[in-house]
């Protein structure tokens, strides 16, 4: 088995500052780490659930991919992602699968993880995110 744990559940909001209080206030939850991934073009907000997070993520710019999601479906779940010790190792795993690679090699993610992303078409509607701590 490649994958050790749910790292984190990705949520697309518009008001990054409105889902933070809106977790606090239904669950008491704090936010553990905040991050913006110019890269990706989003601004991310995890809290931590056991060893796993859910990830708020809005868009910082209108060409990001949460830009276009939101456009496109509205807010929700946008991604699971899933962490693997060794995620060139779970790309090739998945590719030899039959999945559909959207990163072609491992690169780096937030809090300083290596991630690479596959696309919901081949993984059964799901964008799954490999992540290495
Ligand atoms: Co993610």
């Known amino acids: 088995m490649l994958l050790t744990e749910i790292d984190h559940i990705a949520i697309a909001v518009h008001d990054l500052e409105a ?7 239904a669950f008491g939850a704090e936010v553990a780490h905040r991050e913006v991934v110019d890269s990706d073009g989003v601004e991310e907000a995890l809290v931590k ?4 997070y859910i990830q708020l993520t809005t868009a910082t710019r209108d060409d ?5 999601f939101l456009e496109k479906r509205g807010e929700g779940l946008h991604h699971v992602g899933y962490r693997v010790d060794d995620c060139a190792a779970a790309l090739a795993s ?7 690679a959207i990163d072609e090699a491992p690169r780096p993610g937030s809090r300083g993880t290596t991630v690479a992303f596959v696309h919901p078409k081949g993984s059964f509607g799901t964008l799954i995110e490999l992540v290495q701590e």
């Open 94 to 100: 998945i590719i030899a699968a039959g999945g559909r």
């Open 19 to 25: 889902a933070i209080a809106y977790y606090a206030e």
């Open 64 to 68: 990001s991919p949460i830009a276009k």
């Open 49 to 52: 659930v056991a060893d796993s």
